[in-house]
């Protein structure tokens, strides 16, 4: 089962404190394991604000989005990932999750933001979710998530509070009508 490049929805019995009603972008799967970002939760640090702590110049005429940085998972929570469209620039540590959409942890991205170099898209996160070789597998298995194809609108678009709402349309039918059981009839 390929999972990268695929949203995560939490089903409305997932009672785990912190990923009940989360949405999540997987960005890596592989045979070792799963890596990816919770869309749908926020820390109370913007952008700008995040920008100033690094101690980057904030040089006039730069605008910042008034976005807030993602909670992106319960691990590695003081390391950021930052999600973005693709770019002619190369930054220093970026993998490429698909032919549009890379995934950087180094600060050379958060340069660029509020110049003409900046990502066309992006989201901040600090901290992800991983899942070890077949834990992931096994969460879908028993009936813990939900998994649809990706797409930017949901990514970038989408206010953090209506993501769950929002993935759960791609569906194509209502999640309450769900049963919390998997099994056979």
């Not at 991983?130 to 597998?137: A, C, K, R, V, Y």
């Not at 096994?138 to 929002?166: G, M, Q, R, S, Y």
């Amino acid at each position: 089962m390929e999972l990268q490049d695929k949203l995560l929805i939490a089903m409305p019995n997932l009672q785990d404190s912190y990923f009940s009603q989360s949405v999540i972008y997987i960005c890596e799967h592989n045979e070792q394991g799963a890596m990816g970002l919770v869309l749908n939760q926020v820390t109370d640090l913007s952008i700008a604000e995040l920008v100033a702590k690094l101690n980057f110049m904030m040089a006039d005429g730069r605008h910042y989005p008034e976005t807030y940085v993602f909670a992106g998972g319960p691990v590695s929570m003081d390391r950021g990932f930052i999600l973005h469209t693709a770019t002619e620039r190369t930054f220093e540590h970026s993998y490429r999750v698909t032919d549009n959409l890379q995934l950087t942890t180094s600060e050379d991205v958060i340069e660029t933001f509020g110049t003409p170099e900046a990502p066309e898209k992006y989201l901040v996160a600090l901290g992800c979710a991983t899942w070890t070789s077949g834990q992931l597998e096994k969460e879908i298995a028993d009936n813990d998530w939900l998994v649809v194809p990706a797409n930017n609108h949901i990514l970038f678009d989408v206010p953090w509070a209506e993501c769950w709402t929002a993935a759960q349309q791609l569906l194509g039918f209502q999640p309450a009508n769900l049963v919390a059981e998997a099994g056979y009839c």
